[in-house]
């Protein structure tokens, strides 16, 4: 999974600064190694500034080295990422049909991340814009491709 983007470097001692591609960039904290084009890179350190990681990774200790990885995209290993139980990567949730009782509204186009709740833009007769908020979402089935849901009053008619 794509976590981030190199986009410099960061000093002279072989670190990079990552714009991470994550809602929680201190999970590079958690990451033993990473990916850096298809090769395996043990991950030394870790540490922010601003809104930036900088990373360090093993065999990577001087600014020239470093220097030909700007805007390479850095990969883990899904496994890596613990996101927690109730928590789904966007990219499992496009294409899951979304029901209302038996009623099929269609199946996800694309999740909005609005900073409140994300929203399901799903794709069926027409377009349904469904917050992600628990009065509406039911039931989360990855395995069978499903998404439970319970329109609110009023939501029919937008």
């Not at 976590?3 to 590079?28: A, M, Q």
């Amino acid at each position: 999974m794509q976590v981030g983007i190199i986009v410099n470097t960061h000093g002279l001692r072989g670190e990079f600064k990552v714009s991470p591609w994550c809602d929680y960039p201190h999970i590079f904290e958690s990451f033993s190694y990473v990916y850096l084009r298809g090769e395996k890179r043990t991950v030394s350190s870790v540490r922010y500034h601003k809104s930036s990681v900088i990373l360090k990774l093993d065999g990577i200790d001087a600014i020239d080295q470093a220097e030909s990885f700007k805007n390479e995209i850095i990969t883990v290993d899904r496994e890596q990422l613990d996101i927690g139980e109730n928590a789904h990567f966007i990219v499992d949730l496009i294409g899951l049909n979304v029901y209302t009782g038996e009623r099929r509204l269609g199946a996800v186009r694309d999740v909005l991340q609005t900073g409140a709740n994300d929203v399901y833009v799903v794709q069926g007769e027409r377009e349904w814009l469904i917050p992600v908020i628990s009065r509406v979402i039911k039931k989360i089935d990855i395995e069978n491709k499903r998404i439970d849901i319970e329109l609110l009053d009023g939501m029919e008619d937008l």
